[in-house]
């Protein structure tokens, strides 16, 4: 069975610009999360996504929004990119009322 | 808010036993977990605790005191690919289950 996928793999943007990552989880798991990891620290929440509503928000600004399909996978939107933007962006996907969450190889962007 | 403390570096010999600590401070707290992450790649999955006392999965074992806030992972026989960094995260009940990460602690395996 095929784990989490994510695409792309990198991106290279500038600031300003815009920016759509996709996260397709799972099969049978309806739930998704989307965490920002900046080198050399542990991943931060930035949404979760259950059944296309969102569950959770974390502490991002409003640049950041998501949405999840009828088919559970989901994307993350980052508008008006800054360089702090630059980071790994993980997407993990459980079944509700499991424990482990599974990550995808996440997404790694870099803002110029 | 979460809190969430682990060492940043350690450093341990091949076949020795190595202790990675964690403290937490949380509101709603719902389980602990410990994730291995190989530099580039994503997290994986080591354990989860939720109630006091120790788990034990082959090499890897963890231990919880909710009381203390206190959680710690141990890695028995330690082998050089267990050079990674080890991610403890707390989850909230109160906010959704969402999982808030420690900064992970970056362990150097040495022969």
Same mark, same amino acid.
Request: proline share 0%; glycine share 40%.
């Given at each position: 069975d095929a784990g989490v996928t994510q695409s792309p793999t990198h991106l290279i943007k500038t600031r300003g610009q815009q920016v759509t990552l996709r996260c397709s989880p799972i099969s049978g798991h309806k739930s998704v999360s989307w965490y920002q990891q900046v080198l050399g620290q542990g991943p931060q929440f930035i949404f979760q996504y259950y059944e296309k509503e969102e569950r959770g928000r974390g502490n991002f600004p409003d640049r950041f929004s998501a949405r999840q399909f009828p088919n559970y996978s989901s994307e993350l939107n980052v508008n008006a990119l800054l360089l702090g933007d630059s980071a790994l962006y993980l997407c993990a996907s459980s079944l509700e009322g499991y424990n482990e969450q599974f990550f995808g190889p996440g997404t790694r962007l870099t803002v110029l | 808010g979460q809190n969430i403390d682990q060492p940043t570096e350690m450093t341990a010999t091949e076949g020795a036993i190595v202790q990675i600590n964690c403290t937490y401070q949380t509101s709603g707290f719902n389980g602990l977990f410990w994730y291995q992450q190989h530099a580039g790649e994503a997290p994986t999955f080591l354990s989860y605790n939720v109630l006091d006392g120790l788990e034990e999965k082959g090499r890897f074992s963890s231990f919880l005191s909710r009381s203390k806030g206190y959680s710690y992972l141990l890695l028995k026989e330690l082998q050089m690919k267990d050079s990674a960094s080890y991610l403890c995260a707390v989850r909230d =009940? *109160?906010? =959704? *289950?969402m999982l808030t990460f420690g900064g992970g602690t970056r362990l150097m395996v040495k022969p």
């Open positions: - | =009940g *109160n906010a =959704g *289950n």
